[in-house]
């Protein structure tokens, strides 16, 4: 639930990036730059992100709906990234953005959880016999 004092139109973050350029991320997007956030979509492919910027549309996921000028979709935006979570997911969405040449860190609630993984380069205990690169820890 949101902090008493927080208003239902506030939203504690100047930007956001979503992940996933379909329907509901774009949807997503739209919500939060509706509450004046400056928002980027990642999605999958280049051409996508050129379509839907030049249209202010995305055509194929959820037609006849404009994004507002303070939303863009993107290929990568970011050559940093955090990934909170170490589980299989953070795991591997921390894989995805490393593929892209971000620079990495996912951040675990274990110490000896990260040792670990950082030691092993594998996260053995949510994603076994998967490698992790170099630029991600």
């Known amino acids: 639930s949101m902090p008493e004092n927080m208003e239902d139109s506030e939203l504690p ?13 774009t949807a997503l997007g739209m919500v939060l730059a509706s509450k004046n956030a400056k928002v980027m979509v990642w999605v ?3 051409d996508q992100a050129a379509e839907v910027n030049k249209t202010r549309e995305n055509k194929k996921y959820l037609p006849g709906v404009s994004m507002p000028e303070n939303m863009e979709d993107s290929e990568l935006p970011v ?3 955090c990934v909170i979570g170490g589980g299989a997911f953070g795991t591997a969405l921390g894989m ?3 593929s892209k040449n971000a620079k990495v860190m996912v951040w675990v609630r274990c110490p000896d959880q990260a040792a670990e993984v950082n030691k092993t380069r ?3 205990k949510y994603l076994p016999g998967v490698s992790m690169p170099e630029n991600m820890e």
């Open 122 to 124: 594998e996260n053995k």
């Open 13 to 25: 973050v100047a930007r956001a990036c979503v992940i996933g350029g379909g329907a509901f991320g």
């Open 79 to 81: 050559a940093r990234a």
């Open 44 to 46: 999958r492919c280049p």
């Open 96 to 98: 995805v953005l490393a």
